[in-house]
């Protein structure tokens, strides 16, 4: 009979508690608003830069003209330099602006993945704190409870003035701690809301269970490892570093320029005021930009990025197990304080109330059993969020999309 008493006041709780005031969020509105979020419009225009340089590293050396004038010679020579990357320089560039674009794609993929792994911990630590409250919120209903069988107890003659005091302290307490618990739940709410670029005033609260995950086998996880987001920026980041090489070496190559000048009215030629024109190429020889040294550095750039790719293999290997067992670790104990501890410290705290109420134990004893049975959904309501957060942590070091998604 207890049992289903408190099912009723806990549900009450939980509905007095959504209150017109707070807007529910579920974990999929919460990461639909994430594509919108302030953070999350940085990338696109770091992408957009970066396409854009593909089309300006095609670009070829800017021509020159010139114009002058002699007093003993021609009245007007006008001239112009036409440079022509026939060497394959402009190619290179080309290929290496848009390997560095690949690489910032990459990146703005893993940015993305960041944004929306904060924003499902920023959700699960809202839920965590409306359990709290809800948690809170029942024991103080129950220590409410005692208190007022203290008091008929001391009316019918079986009690004394100690247990009500006793129980007064104790739903004074339970009440501080409900209070306490909306007030995280308020700081919870307004990260929430300023991570996803909403007035952190609005009032939030989670609607939803948490996604603590299904069945998930280790050796399928790291298979994912060959395509993880990290890797393949790690990867990018080489192409780049090589594109960079021969971007480099393009530069050995002399740049041609086709020259022509036209002298006009030259009193010097025959007949007098004849006009005159001269066609010609010219080579910039790179004999003084040292390339050798550009090469070098490029090439010691990209072995840095390949020894950087072995080494984020090994990281992400690594981080994907240590997830896996914390995982492993957050759900087992989730589902033995689900199956086991729970049910059996709510029997026990209903009949020690049940044997204060006939007068077979005393005030101190159920009490205890209360605390003990809110310090349990304490620890549910915490390994419930914990699962949760080691899922969405699971998620991210095997590079699946974090969508909250058992």
């Not at 050995?252 to 002298?263: D, F, K, L, N």
Request: net charge negative; glycine share 6%.
């Amino acid at each position: 009979m207890r049992l289903s008493v408190l099912a009723v006041v806990a549900a009450a709780t939980s509905a007095a508690h959504a209150e017109p005031g707070r807007q529910p969020i579920t974990l999929e509105d919460a990461l639909a608003a994430a594509r919108d979020a302030p953070a999350a419009r940085v990338s696109p225009h770091e992408v957009e830069a970066a396409e854009a340089s593909i089309g300006a590293a095609s670009a070829w050396p800017a021509p020159s003209i010139h114009l002058a004038t002699d007093r003993l010679t021609a009245r007007l020579v006008a001239g112009a330099s036409i440079p022509l990357p026939v060497f394959g320089t402009v190619g290179a560039a080309r290929r290496q602006a848009t390997a560095e674009a690949e690489v910032v794609r990459a990146e703005a993929e893993l940015v993305r993945r960041e944004l929306r792994h904060r924003v499902v911990v920023a959700w699960v630590a809202l839920a965590r704190a409306d359990g709290e409250v809800t948690t809170t919120s029942i024991a103080a209903q129950q220590a409410a409870e005692l208190e007022l069988i203290a008091r008929g107890r001391l009316a019918a003659g079986t009690g004394a003035d100690v247990d009500v005091t006793v129980a007064s302290a104790a739903r004074a307490r339970a009440g501080l701690a409900a209070a306490a618990a909306e007030r995280d739940e308020d700081a919870a709410s307004a990260e929430l809301a300023g991570l996803l670029g909403w007035d952190p005033a609005r009032m939030l609260i989670a609607a939803g269970a948490p996604v603590t995950g299904g069945e998930q086998e280790l050796g399928t996880l790291i298979g994912r490892l060959g395509v993880h987001p990290e890797r393949a920026a790690a990867e990018r980041r080489v192409d780049a570093a090589q594109a960079a090489v021969d971007q480099a070496l393009s530069q050995r190559w002399p740049m041609i320029a086709v020259e022509g000048e036209v002298s006009l009215d030259d009193p010097t030629l025959e007949p007098q005021g004849k006009n005159d024109a001269r066609v010609g190429l010219s080579l910039e020889l790179p004999v003084f930009s040292h390339v050798g040294d550009k090469a070098r550095a490029a090439r010691a750039t990209r072995e840095a990025d390949r020894a950087r790719l072995v080494a984020t293999e090994h990281t992400l290997a690594g981080e994907l197990v240590a997830a896996y067992r914390r995982w492993q670790a957050a759900t087992d104990a989730l589902h033995a304080l689900e199956r086991d501890v729970e049910p059996a410290q709510e029997r026990a705290a209903a009949l020690s109330a049940q044997a204060f109420r006939e007068g077979a134990r005393d005030l101190e004893s159920a009490l205890q059993a209360e605390r003990d049975l809110a310090q349990v959904r304490a620890e549910l309501n915490n390994a419930r969020a914990d699962a949760a957060i080691a899922f969405a942590d699971l998620e991210l070091a095997a590079g699946q999309e974090i969508d909250g998604a058992p």
